[in-house]
């Protein structure tokens, strides 16, 4: 079942890939494509972002399938958001993400 983070992100897009998760300083920012046409880039900026757990990739061959995305409430603004990939999994706390492309 989609929840609402995967709502907002996914679409109605379908199974989504990661094509990029990097990190500046208390940014991140998130590149996730639909595997039916990874040409479709989503681009999503999480401000405020604290990293609190990041399983190591194997590899570096992105992109990577998402299984899914959970998101909880922390407090009135912040979130707390696990990014879990068939390779790999980012745990962090931050705002809710907006979407820039």
């Known amino acids: 079942m989609t929840n ?59 992109p990577f399938d998402i299984i899914g995305i959970d998101s909880t409430k922390l407090d009135s603004c912040l979130m707390q958001f696990c990014i879990h990939c068939s390779e790999c999994e980012y745990v962090f706390t931050g705002k809710w993400p907006v979407r820039v492309m």
């Not at 990190?23 to 920012?29: G, I, K, R």
């Not at 590149?31 to 570096?60: E, G, M, R, Y």
């Open 4 to 62: 609402e983070i995967e709502k907002d992100l996914f679409d109605k897009d379908g199974t989504h890939a990661l094509v990029s998760f990097l990190v500046n300083e208390d940014q991140l920012e998130l590149k996730i494509a639909p595997w039916s046409d990874l040409s479709k880039i989503k681009i999503f900026i999480f401000n405020n972002i604290k990293l609190k757990s990041v399983q190591p990739s194997n590899t570096d061959e992105l």
